[in-house]
């Protein structure tokens, strides 16, 4: 075939992307074809404007490194990734909602023992967070793997400062105990912009959206026989509770920390400042049989 | 706004990436997000696809270089490229028809007098190229700026071989004489591979698809006053004149190549080999008023 023009171009492609052996390849490719050709259709990019979309895309993919993940980001802030998880999560009865991954998760997170503090050399209020992890049957949860991480009362995950000779802080990975419940210290996290000095950031800016993040923590949660649950626990009362630039809140995600004066804390630690309690009870799904 | 599902998040999105002030960005960011979401509604991806895709997106960003774009790659095997090409040449009237500008367009080639081997020290089929550069209207144009460039016989632009210390070769920027034409020896291009040792040549895989493209020699053709005309000219008979892997033949852009026994050219060169002539004539739209 030849002699393609505005009109006949997108059959052709969707025909000639669906040549290849898999059906979920075939099914992919040509729904992408038609989608992107239908959006080009729509805009009608001058030149130059594609230029600039494949240079923002250079660009992007030029931003991203071991500790870095721009395209992450892009999909995040065109609530890419919170459709996804959406159309993954239909069935979710009444196991705990989730929300984006995120781009600063690490794998293999630090093994710590129970109620001990990940906060390392960070200053800012001292945060006991404690909770469990339940079988939305009803039993808990022994031996689930519960990963978390935050960013520091600046906003900056770690990752967001190896280059810069700092190490693993602000995240682990804990074992429930028998009873299913963790526990840990750390300290109180603050709103922050995502790593908005990339495209992605120029695209906000051009956007007229503000990058911010309001607080969370971060958890990821295992246990044998259940669904994977990725999400997070936001702190009530945040500025940005209600614009994330990632799309990322949901009510029954939200908790309220409460404050504590200086003293001995419930787990026996003395605290001799102010601190906070978050508590969060998970419910992870049974895999389908 | 939170508790987004995936019913109601496109709406909000399409809300917050319309803030801006520019109303193109505005209007490009809401038809993306539109689309976008509509080809994730469409597919639903998993996770694990949809981290493949993220995947993608980073390899094939790390894949370009100052001599590798493997986006637009991307874009032209997709068919977008020439989608946006035939967006952009609705009204060409009898101008020549354009196609793909391709990966290895490469600013500011050689200037050489007219007449000049550009073939470097590359064996292949001597070819002499000649041609001429009018406007719509019928006068000539003289001094019009003829860039060029093709591969070798085995498929290489100049640009693939520079990390080997190559040099520039087989591309060169003429301008047209008094009567608008120009003329320079060559070799005989042949089809070739797109470059599919990246993340685009994996999907090309995939979607059961040959990376290869006719044989073809590239123009980009200016003059004062006129539309600067992006193109190829074909060599009939190719054996992939009807299934260019970025969808680019236009039956006006095929020529044969006339074939001669070795001895004294036209031009005054002489031959101690078989060669050949291309012969092209292109035709400028001026610019509206």
């Not at 994330?244 to 804390?265: M, N, Q, W, Y």
Request: aromatic residues 8%; proline residues 6%; contains cysteine.
């Amino acid at each position: 075939m030849r002699n393609f023009d505005e009109h006949n171009i997108t059959d052709e492609v969707v025909a000639k992307v669906g040549q290849g052996d898999n059906p979920r390849v075939r099914q992919i490719s040509q729904s992408l074809v038609r989608h992107l050709h239908d959006f080009i259709r729509d805009v009608e990019p001058s030149f130059e404007e594609w230029e600039a979309a494949i240079r923002f895309l250079t660009e992007t993919g030029a931003m991203c490194s071991d500790t870095r993940q721009e395209f992450i980001l892009l999909s995040d802030t065109l609530g890419a990734s919170m459709l996804v998880d959406a159309i993954n999560h239909r069935l979710a009865g009444n196991a705990t909602e989730t929300t984006v991954l995120g781009p600063f998760y690490v794998d293999n997170p630090p093994a710590l023992e129970l109620g001990s503090d990940i906060s390392g050399d960070h200053e800012g209020t001292p945060m006991l967070v404690r909770g469990s992890v339940a079988s939305s049957t009803g039993e808990p949860l022994a031996g689930a793997v519960v990963d978390t991480w935050h960013s520091d009362d600046e906003g900056y995950y770690d990752v967001q400062h190896y280059d810069q000779g700092g190490g693993v802080s602000l995240r682990a990975r804990f074992r429930t105990d028998a009873d299913g419940r963790f526990r840990f210290w750390s300290i109180v996290p603050k709103y922050y912009p995502i790593p908005d000095d990339g495209p992605v950031g120029r695209m906000l800016r051009q956007q007229g959206r503000h990058p911010y993040r309001p607080a969370h923590v971060h958890f990821m949660i295992g246990a044998p026989g259940h669904e994977k649950l990725v999400t997070h626990v936001f702190v009530a009362g945040d500025e940005y509770i209600d614009s994330d630039v990632v799309f990322g809140v949901k009510d029954s995600l939200i908790r309220e920390l409460s404050h504590h004066p200086a003293g001995t804390a419930p787990d026996g630690r003395t605290l001799e400042s102010d601190y906070a309690i978050l508590d969060y009870d998970f419910v992870l799904s049974p895999k389908p049989a």
